[in-house]
């Protein structure tokens, strides 16, 4: 009975249908017991039924498993982005905050040790790359079911090349075959299908190699702080506050300054001094330092020491600031003969100070209604003792010996210089400066490591008078020479008073932290420097895409081979443990002999020992080749003679050409 017809029928597997077909080995004698024996084992029948249903399901689990594979790590994947979503950063949760996003913001887990790089695991690349190098493996898998036709050799050749192991030059050579319809024979349907489902599949799968590429190039990781519980009370003392022991009060007028002395500052308090000197050279077991804020016009801040780590916080805190306004005087001065003799006009009857004429050294001079400190004593030579007035009033100058009495390569000699160059060797530099004293409120941010002014208040007078102290009584003079001396020289007169205002406000509050303490800051917010993935939203749901294409196709694969006829070949030969005879689907038989050339090893070299039917419908495809191990079974590749080049079996002139 003739199988049920299906829509290709002339297109199955031809197989001649009989009720048994059988190989025997007839011996010429009559046989002995042994050979009886032989004789038996030696017969293979085979049958062949209508019915396989279970030939049908050979395909399942392979369908299965590359659903698995799509559908898991494609739900995978958003699942992860989804559950693993950091809101404040993405600006809320969901694919709607995503896509309007741009990205996934998703948090990865682990934050960096103290002193240790910050990494992060970004598991969705390795998901991607996981898929990706899974559907590579499988892609083999959606062609291997299916039946063929009755076709030429050359056809039936490329298709098991192409159905194997399918790659770029396998795909370009059939297609060169089927382009040349003068050189070849018809081609079935099925070749035509085969061939564009090959092709599908070879651009899915490296579809899906190029998605895992591009998220690989335009993912990133971005660093951000994440809040922690803080710690109690006192953990953390970054505030600046006046350290009132120091002082009692501050008097009137007429009474000294807060640790100004008749003949010298903080004599008493000699690690005041000490601390002042370790903030201005910079050194990182300083309590303190003094920092810059370019955008707060150029104001001088105190904040903790470099030593204080503030990589995790985030806080709110009062401290000090200066800020200073200078000018040069060089033009504005009476000159001798190209030397400055009299700052008068300028402003500063005082400068310049000759200590005697016409030596010039480096000094800071206060002014208070008109009159200037002297170098011995300082703010005591003040009438008012040493209080003035916030802002406060400076003279400097500065000079420095160049060692040299040609200055042909400096800039000082232009007309907008900032220096004198009469008498030589020297440059000397005259400025008058206004310099305000704050109390300030800031706030720091340690994911950009910033400071910002929140509240600036005028500080009082009284501790303006303490604070300018210090530089009046030359404690800070010699370090502000050094770093003003190349820019003094070199630069002209605007870069030369930009850099003197931010000099000599980090200097002067630099001489006078010796007088503060640390204060608890407020508002505290510790944060855990946190590495979070940042994956663009358009490669995610290409990458998605094409895994739910590629599982659509599998599916209708398997479909398709589900709807295709089968039927069952029977081994009377081979008994199963129950005593039942073996059973092969003609379908997984067509499978194996279109993507596995072991078949027709097999045909072209058959055993001759009566199983080579029996063999023919073998579980595995090395079990389908007889593989004797006399000298006689093996082949060998090369020129044949009149047999021309190709495979050869030894003792036999059976051979396969190329």
Same mark, same amino acid.
């Given at each position: ?5 299906? %829509? @290709? ?18 011996? #010429?004698? %009559?046989?002995? $017991?042994?050979?009886?024996? =032989? ?16 030939? =049908? ?6 369908? /299965? ?51 240790? $790089? ?13 898929? *990706? ?5 499988? *892609? ?9 036709? =009755? ?8 298709? /098991? ?44 799968? @490296? ?10 190039? /335009? ?7 994440? %809040?922690?519980?803080?710690? &109690? ?26 640790? /100004? ?20 050279? +910079?050194?990182?077991?300083? =309590? ?16 903790? &020491? ?24 060089? @033009? ?40 200037? #400190? +002297? ?8 009438? *008012?003792?040493?209080?003035?007035? +916030? ?11 160049? @060692? ?18 009469? %008498? ?33 208040? $005028? ?96 599916? !209708? ?19 199963? $443990? ?21 078949? !027709? ?36 590749? &090369?020129?044949?003679?009149? &047999? ?15």
């Amino acid at each position: 009975m003739d199988p049920p017809a299906s %829509p @290709h029928a002339d297109e199955h597997t031809a197989l001649r249908r009989s009720s048994v077909s059988s190989a025997t080995v007839a011996p #010429t004698e %009559p046989p002995d $017991k042994d050979d009886n024996h =032989k004789s038996s084992i030696s017969e293979s029948e085979l049958r062949i039924t209508d019915g396989n249903p279970q030939g =049908k399901l050979l395909g399942f689990l392979p369908t /299965v498993f590359v659903l698995f594979i799509t559908l898991g790590f494609a739900f995978l994947i958003m699942g992860w982005l989804l559950v693993r979503q950091y809101e404040p950063i993405q600006g809320g949760t969901g694919l709607s905050a995503a896509v309007r996003n741009g990205s996934f913001i998703v948090y990865e887990g682990g934050a960096p040790a103290a002193g240790q $790089k910050g990494t992060v695991n970004l598991r969705v690349l390795t998901f991607s790359a996981l898929v *990706s190098h899974l559907i590579s493996d499988t *892609s083999s898998d959606g062609r291997r079911n299916g039946s063929f036709a =009755k076709s030429n050799a050359s056809a039936y050749g490329l298709l /098991v090349r192409l159905l194997g192991s399918s790659s770029i030059i396998s795909i370009y050579e059939t297609g060169w075959y089927a382009i040349r319809p003068r050189k070849r024979a018809r081609l079935p349907r099925l070749f035509k299908e085969a061939f564009a489902l090959a092709i599908t599949i070879w651009i899915m799968s @490296h579809a899906v190699g190029l998605a895992d590429l591009y998220l690989h190039t /335009v993912t990133r990781s971005i660093l951000v702080d994440l %809040p922690a519980r803080n710690k &109690g009370p006192g953990s953390y003392p970054y505030a600046v506050a006046f350290n009132e022991t120091l002082c009692a009060k501050w008097g009137p007028r007429g009474v000294y300054p807060c640790l /100004v002395l008749g003949d010298g500052w903080s004599y008493t308090f000699p690690e005041v001094v000490e601390s002042g000197y370790l903030a201005i050279a +910079n050194r990182t077991n300083s =309590k303190f330092q003094v920092i810059t804020l370019a955008d707060a016009s150029d104001a001088a801040i105190v904040v903790p &020491g470099a030593g204080m780590d503030l990589s995790s916080t985030a806080f709110t805190a009062q401290t000090f600031g200066a800020r200073a306004q200078c000018r040069t005087l060089t @033009h504005e001065c009476e000159k001798l003969s190209g030397r400055t003799v009299n700052c008068t006009q300028a402003g500063y009857p005082g400068l310049p100070y000759f200590e005697p004429f016409p030596t010039v050294n480096n000094n800071i001079f206060g002014v208070v209604d008109g009159q200037q #400190t +002297n170098v011995e004593w300082g703010p005591t030579s003040l009438d *008012s003792g040493g209080f003035t007035t +916030n802002p406060v009033n400076l003279a400097l100058q500065m000079r420095w010996n160049l @060692h040299r009495r040609y200055m042909d390569s400096f800039t000082a000699e232009q007309a907008d210089a900032a220096v004198d160059i009469v %008498p030589l060797p020297y440059t000397t530099l005259f400025a008058g400066c206004n310099v305000t004293f704050s109390n300030i409120t800031v706030r720091y941010a340690p994911m950009n490591n910033s400071w910002n002014i929140l509240l600036e208040e $005028k500080s009082s007078d009284n501790f303006t008078s303490v604070m300018w102290a210090p530089t009046i009584s030359q404690l800070g003079t010699d370090r502000l020479a050094a770093e003003m001396m190349t820019i003094a020289m070199m630069e002209m007169r605007p870069n030369v008073t930009a850099a003197l205002n931010q000099y000599l406000g980090r200097m002067m509050l630099g001489v006078a932290v010796g007088m503060f303490q640390s204060a608890e800051a407020t508002d505290v917010k510790q944060t855990v420097p946190t590495l979070l993935g940042q994956y663009p939203v358009g490669p995610i749901m290409i990458l998605i895409a094409l895994l739910f294409l590629y599982a659509v196709l599998a599916t !209708l694969i398997f479909t398709s081979s589900w709807l295709t006829n089968d039927e069952t070949i029977v081994v009377l030969g081979d008994k199963r $443990k129950d005593g039942t005879p073996e059973e092969q689907s003609v379908l997984n038989l067509t499978q194996r002999w279109l993507v596995d050339p072991l078949p !027709l090893v097999a045909a072209a070299f058959p055993g001759e020992d009566g199983k080579d039917a029996q063999r023919s419908v073998a579980d595995s495809a090395v079990d389908m080749v007889y593989d004797g191990n006399g000298p006689d079974t093996r082949v060998s590749i &090369g020129f044949q003679g009149k &047999g021309g080049f190709g495979l050869r079996k030894r003792g036999n002139e059976r051979f396969l050409e190329a």
